[in-house]
């Protein structure tokens, strides 16, 4: 949980100190005014990225030479980041430097819901695979490693594939360690998943109306065969195209309604719903299966959404006991969407600055 954050230079706020509430932090006010940016922040110290945009050079402020941002947790634990323009991102944890996100990652969990989490049902497999990946990163500790190895065979295999004429002992070289870490991290999504679908299923339950939704895992090869001998049997393919063709870089999830691919069937609003009850499922089963609990991040919740349905998502993020941070332009918008108001702390975004 944060207790107080310090954003400098990002976008349009120049300058922004707050305390947030232990769970609802409703952020309202018109377009433009720098409540995205408060999440984007937020996720940006997380992540060390952008859920908004793919640079971050664009988050700097104009004028400005870089940004920062600065987070005191629950637990006293301090991290911080500064940004320049043309320079490594500098992130510190309790005053010291880190080489990576993977330790800051694991201290601030978050779920974004936002206007890009439809890519969950129109984007590409790849979409897919990082809403799968992040859930399987928060309870296998391995998994990273082996995720990294995977890749890193992959590469060197695409590399020989190029060559339209690979070295045949270095590709099967290739092969027998792409094999083994792709069992690895195949049967740790697998964990994962069957792990995950009956929250899934209890989430949709309690919140959406939207027909018989089903969800299934695929590993990105053949069920029926071992990935050594999808390789072999796909070889000339492979060496046609330069890439490989099979293994857990082609993983997915499929969403369907009604058994037809749930995008093609569903309205705007039920697919947000649908986007969001999967968000949703899988933050509350990460805050179930660590001490970190998972930081919600939704950014305009109304947009697309009726009144039913807002106050059935709300009042499930409520029941979470998660701290929340969501955004909307017009809060009488969300005004009887909450079981109780103790817990939700409002408060006014205009031109970059914050109010209660």
């Not at 323009?85 to 510190?92: A, E, H, T, V």
């Not at 002992?169 to 995950?196: G, H, M, P």
């Not at 749930?262 to 179930?288: E, H, N, P, T, W």
């Not at 809060?331 to 702390?345: G, H, K, M, P, Q």
């Amino acid at each position: 949980m944060i207790n107080r954050i310090d954003i400098s230079g990002v976008r349009n706020i120049d300058q922004l100190s707050f305390c947030p509430g232990e769970q609802i932090n409703l952020l309202h006010g018109i377009n433009g005014s720098g409540k995205s940016s408060i999440l984007e922040a937020i996720y940006l110290l997380a992540a060390g990225k952008s859920f908004r945009s793919t640079k971050i050079a664009p988050l700097i402020q104009n004028g400005r030479k870089e940004c920062s941002i600065f987070a005191k947790l629950d637990d006293s634990l301090a991290v911080g980041l500064l940004k320049g323009r043309n320079q490594k991102p500098l992130l510190k944890l309790q005053g010291e430097r880190q080489p990576n996100w993977l330790e800051v990652a694991r201290l601030i969990p978050v779920q974004v819901i936002d206007s890009n989490t439809f890519r969950l049902l129109e984007g590409s497999p790849k979409d897919r695979r990082k809403f799968l990946d992040w859930g399987v990163f928060h309870v296998e500790p391995s998994f990273v490693s082996h995720w990294r190895n995977s890749r890193k065979c992959i590469a060197h295999r695409n590399l020989l594939l190029k060559s339209g004429r690979p070295d045949m002992s270095q590709l099967r070289a290739w092969n027998i360690e792409l094999c083994k870490e792709a069992a690895l991290v195949d049967r740790a999504r697998e964990r994962y998943f069957t792990d995950f679908l009956p929250i899934f299923n209890d989430v949709l339950c309690k919140i959406g109306a939207i027909g018989d939704i089903s969800i299934t895992y695929r590993r990105g090869w053949d069920n029926e065969l071992d990935l050594a001998e999808v390789l072999e049997r796909s070889l000339s393919i492979d060496v046609k195209y330069g890439s490989t063709q099979n293994g857990p870089h082609r993983a997915d999830i499929v969403v369907k309604s009604g058994g037809i691919s749930a995008v093609d069937v569903l309205s705007r609003g039920q697919q947000k719903i649908l986007v969001s009850i999967l968000k949703l499922a899988q933050g509350a089963f990460q805050s179930k299966t660590e001490s970190r609990r998972c930081i919600f991040l939704i950014d305009d919740l109304p947009s697309e959404l009726d009144k039913n349905n807002r106050a059935n998502i709300c009042r499930f993020l409520q029941g979470l006991g998660n701290q929340i941070f969501m955004t909307c332009v017009d809060r009488e918008s969300l005004e009887n969407s909450w079981e109780s108001t103790a817990l939700v702390a409002q408060f006014h975004v205009e031109h970059g600055k914050i109010s209660i």
